[in-house]
């Protein structure tokens, strides 16, 4: 195949957005600035075939054809003249496989990806390139594996999400019928009131930073700032007055290496019946699972975890999800609480949902984009101070997206599970992924490999900790079992351990 380049002519060039500018600058060594995601294919994709998807649909996006350029005077995006499809994507081997068409049996194939994925998640992009790559593995479990890496100054998860779904069917037969947007579902209303405020809030973004700024060095200037800015104000005192989470073994000086992991798929109609039966949000029981699986692995660790409560930085949509394909970053960031302190399962999902409840009638994640907007234009020493400010206040962050619930086709091989991570920010090292699919919830973990070397340890315990969810939802009076610390122990004896 014949590389793919600009046309020719003045290559053109147009300024980034103040958000996306904010996440093209918070890249760090530590933490590089990438979504990176995963598509297992039931099927053996050809590269060919796979090049062929990507210069039809991915590129149709003008934007992947630029690269970013971040000068003093602001940051841009142009037309990167010399672009060649061959370089984004590339056919890769797993790590100690000589042989690609014999593969290596059960586990042992899923821990050469995952150690290849982490490779990759721990390697920036070329900065003189357009910031996005494809990996595909040609033999994986019988199909194929593919590994996406797009920078976040692109666009949000959501949007990227979309984008890589874009590359799909929901037929074998490419191009018969292209993935249609049933599965964009969002409280339209809801967000277009969401919409409508983020530029006002944006405006107030610079002044509130530097408010904001001027408060962690003298608190008492809180209360003029809320008498001065009103409800953004107010959000923002809340957010600069949370306490920096408490010290863990999931805090502390990050290394340039990360670790990932998946777990094994659980039934979405499961996850939807305990909602049902906990009077709570399918959302919900997965962070509380993933709050379970951490609290167990911290305690086998030695860990003291009695009422610690830790918190994850969450993404909120800001846009209707049918305006993805216009790119960019569109999201504010909210603070959710995670139980890892609590002994019972049921009460930690409803911290959970009372939390979240809380979180859905708070302007946050707008005075976070507000927030963003204004980090993306301000000095760096503003910038490293906010984003640590910031960053100190949550131990992870975490991101759940309901994908399609259909099976999918690229290039005519199914997709047989999906999985990505988003990028953590400042000091945080610990990053939580939910994706729904197919009737089927995927839960994933990357971890900077200082504080958490062995992510499958944690991972292996979500299905356990869920499996108590169901067993109690299933008793139907739970609230009686449970209500002694002591009932939590004749669980994890009584559901098989996947530590």
């Known amino acids: 195949m014949t590389n793919t380049k600009v046309p020719r002519g003045r290559a053109r060039r147009e300024p980034m957005s103040r958000v996306d500018t904010a996440w093209l600058r918070m890249e760090r060594p530590t933490n590089p600035m990438m979504i990176t995601g995963v598509l297992m294919l039931a099927e053996p994709m050809p590269l060919p075939r796979l090049k062929r998807v990507v210069e039809k649909r991915f590129l149709d996006y003008a934007r992947f054809r630029q690269k970013a350029v971040d000068t003093p005077a602001g940051a841009s995006w142009r037309d990167d003249e010399h672009f060649d499809l061959d370089w984004h994507v590339q056919l890769s081997a797993l790590p100690g496989r000589g042989d690609r068409r014999r593969p290596q049996k059960g586990n042992a194939e899923k821990r050469a990806l995952e150690r290849f994925v982490s490779q990759l998640a721990s390697s ?87 408010k904001g700024m001027e408060m962690y060095r003298d608190p008492t200037l809180a209360a003029m700032l809320a008498k001065e800015g009103g409800e953004i104000a107010r959000e923002l005192v809340h957010a600069l007055a949370l306490p920096d989470d408490p010290p863990s073994m999931l805090r502390g000086k990050l290394g340039i290496a990360k670790r990932v992991a998946w777990a094994e798929p659980l039934d979405l109609d499961d996850v939807k019946a305990v909602g049902r039966a906990c009077d709570c949000t399918v959302n919900d029981v997965l962070m509380a699972a993933a709050a379970g699986a951490l609290r167990d692995y911290m305690i086998e660790r030695g860990e003291n975890v009695d009422g610690m409560t830790l918190r994850a930085t969450v993404p909120v949509n800001l846009r209707p999800l049918e305006h993805a394909k216009k790119l960019g970053n569109h999201f504010g960031l909210v603070f959710l609480d995670l139980p890892v302190g609590e002994a019972n399962p049921i009460r930690r999902v409803e911290h959970v949902a009372e939390c979240m409840n809380q979180l859905k009638n708070s302007r946050q994640a707008i005075v976070a984009f507000g927030l963003l907007a204004a980090l993306g234009m301000a000095p ?71 504080l958490l070397p062995d992510p499958d340890a944690v991972i292996r315990r979500f299905g356990p900790e869920f499996d108590k969810l169901l067993y109690l939802s299933l008793m139907g009076n739970w609230d009686n079992v449970l209500d002694s610390v002591a009932a939590e122990s004749m669980l994890v004896h009584s559901i098989p351990h996947g530590g």
């Open 124 to 210: 920036p992009l070329d900065k003189s390139k357009p910031l996005w790559q494809f990996h595909l593995i040609e033999h994986y479990q019988g199909g194929s594996a593919l590994i996406a890496r797009i920078h976040h100054s692109y666009a949000d998860g959501i949007a990227l999400v979309q984008v890589l779904l874009s590359l799909t069917d929901t037929a074998r037969e490419p191009g018969k019928a292209e993935l249609a947007k049933t599965w964009l579902k969002q409280d339209g209303d809801k967000v277009a009131r969401r919409v409508g405020a983020v530029e006002r809030y944006t405006k107030l973004g610079g002044k509130m930073l530097e």
């Open 380 to 450: 760096q020493p503003m910038q490293e101070l906010a984003l640590e400010l910031f960053s100190r206040k949550a131990t992870a962050v975490a991101t759940n997206v309901p994908g399609p619930q259909q099976p999918l086709y690229l290039a005519g091989c199914m997709v047989r599970e999906m999985m990505f991570w988003v990028p953590q920010t400042g000091s945080i090292g610990v990053g939580v992924s939910i994706l729904s699919y197919n009737g089927r919830v995927h839960f994933g973990l990357i971890a900077d490999a200082k």
